[in-house]
């Protein structure tokens, strides 16, 4: 297998960059511009394999995406996606899969199949799949109840109260919420128990305000008129998930700082939590109108316990943070992290104790025990971008470091290595 060794930096002051764009802002607009009436312009979206997946299904429901200059011009579909008896692959694109999953059962024609890699088949999609034939969708799982790959067939939905629970994962709520404006009387949503992953669903919600649907958060849940998304102008922030690994550098490093000029330090993206988490281990954070944020530190972290609930996909990040931190880190409240590309929270912990350092599996998350001092190792990246990614930073500190296929990356930051070598120039 391919890998790619990472060595220390023994030198480090200062880091500009200009990061790609948001993966998870690019899925949703990506849906809601399908979906809507007209043409919209959508600048700057990542182009990486997760968003390709997703744009490249949508094209096979009748969706054009034109390239331009600075993005893609989307003609939309007015909310009626064309089920023409195609087989469509979605890799491991959880997000996207979900996504797509609903927005077929708005389809018109025969029947649409979706599938991906062997994880995104183990992935839990029952409690989608049980939500929308609630609503009359027509749902036929080929192989196993409950997972992919399906089958969807031309559905006449209806416009009832859907529950679901909180603590399920939140893109299945940011599923519903897409269709909710082409139900006939829209959608109403009842979250039983405390929502997990809050933020993603409020960053849905942002979108789809954008394209001029508005849903409505009530106390129990929400609520989505019946409507239209309008074609718009939308343009696509930096990633505040791929922000972390360069932000974190000081923190691991002990020293220095970073600038990413490109950051929205006032985001609704989950992951912009960072900043708040930086202060918190000791760091300075500095916000610039209108875009642009500086990390800078020196020493070694705290350690903290965090409660990362509504920002799991910073749990690498984090872990290798608390690696090096003083004491003993403690990351909690993600038990979905382990339905993620693969069982995040037992990778994460395998791969840690190969550098030595003392680790405590959790339900929800990971104990970890700070160090100076580190093993050389090689590094299994399990096919998980977040992993290959996280390691590649601390290896700046641990290393040096194997990091095994290192294209994983692909995933969600095509361009990662690239950015990443402009750490040692």
């Not at 024609?109 to 609630?134: Q, V």
């Not at 919600?205 to 929400?222: L, S």
């Not at 550098?249 to 993206?269: A, H, M, S, W, Y």
Request: one cysteine or more.
């Amino acid at each position: 297998m391919e890998s790619k060794i990472v060595y220390p930096l023994k030198d480090f002051q200062f880091l500009s960059l200009k990061l790609p764009s948001s993966k998870s802002l690019t899925q949703r607009a990506y849906i809601c511009s399908a979906l809507a009436r007209g043409e919209s312009l959508i600048i700057n979206p990542l182009k990486s394999e997760d968003p390709e997946l997703l744009r490249g299904a949508l094209c096979e429901t009748g969706v054009i995406f034109e390239e331009k200059e600075r993005g893609y011009l989307v003609k939309g579909i007015s909310g009626e996606p064309r089920l023409n008896r195609s087989r469509v692959y979605l890799g491991n694109n959880g997000t996207g899969a979900r996504f797509f999953l609903s927005y077929a059962t708005l389809g018109k024609g025969d029947w649409i199949e979706l599938y991906g890699k062997e994880r995104l088949h183990e992935r839990p999609m029952s409690a989608l799949i049980s939500a929308l034939r609630s609503l009359s969708a027509k749902i036929e799982c080929l192989e196993r109840e409950g997972y992919f790959p399906v089958r969807i067939y031309e559905s006449l939905l209806i416009s009832q109260k859907v529950r679901l629970p909180g603590n399920i994962s939140s893109q299945f709520i940011s599923a519903l919420l897409l269709i909710g404006p082409y139900l006939p009387e829209g959608l109403e949503i009842e979250i039983e128990g405390e929502l997990f992953s809050k933020s993603y669903v409020e960053m849905t919600c942002e979108v789809m305000r954008h394209f001029g649907v508005n849903p409505e958060e009530g106390e129990g849940g929400y609520i989505v008129r019946k409507g239209f998304y309008e074609g718009k102008v939308y343009e696509v922030p930096a990633d505040a998930s791929s922000a972390s690994y360069f932000l974190a550098i000081p923190l691991v490093l002990g020293k220095g700082r970073v600038f990413i000029e490109n950051f929205d330090g006032r985001t609704k993206q989950a992951d912009s939590v960072f900043l708040d988490f930086v202060k918190e281990f000791g760091g300075e954070v500095k916000i610039f109108e209108p875009l642009g944020v500086e990390i800078s530190f020196e020493g070694r972290p705290k350690a903290l316990s965090l409660n990362i609930r509504d920002c799991p996909d910073l749990f690498p990040t984090l872990a290798i943070i608390g690696a090096v931190a003083e004491g003993r880190t403690v990351l909690y409240g993600a038990p979905h992290l382990r339905y993620k590309e693969t069982d995040r929270i037992k990778a994460v912990a395998r791969e840690l104790s190969k550098l030595g350092v003392e680790v405590e599996e959790i339900p929800d998350g990971l104990v970890i025990y700070g160090r100076h001092l580190f093993k050389p190792a090689r590094i299994e990246t399990y096919d998980d971008h977040r992993i290959a990614m996280a390691f590649a930073v601390l290896a700046l500190r641990a290393g040096p470091l194997e990091i095994e296929n290192p294209k994983c990356v692909a995933k969600s930051f095509p361009e990662f290595w690239e950015f990443f070598e402009r750490v040692y120039t």
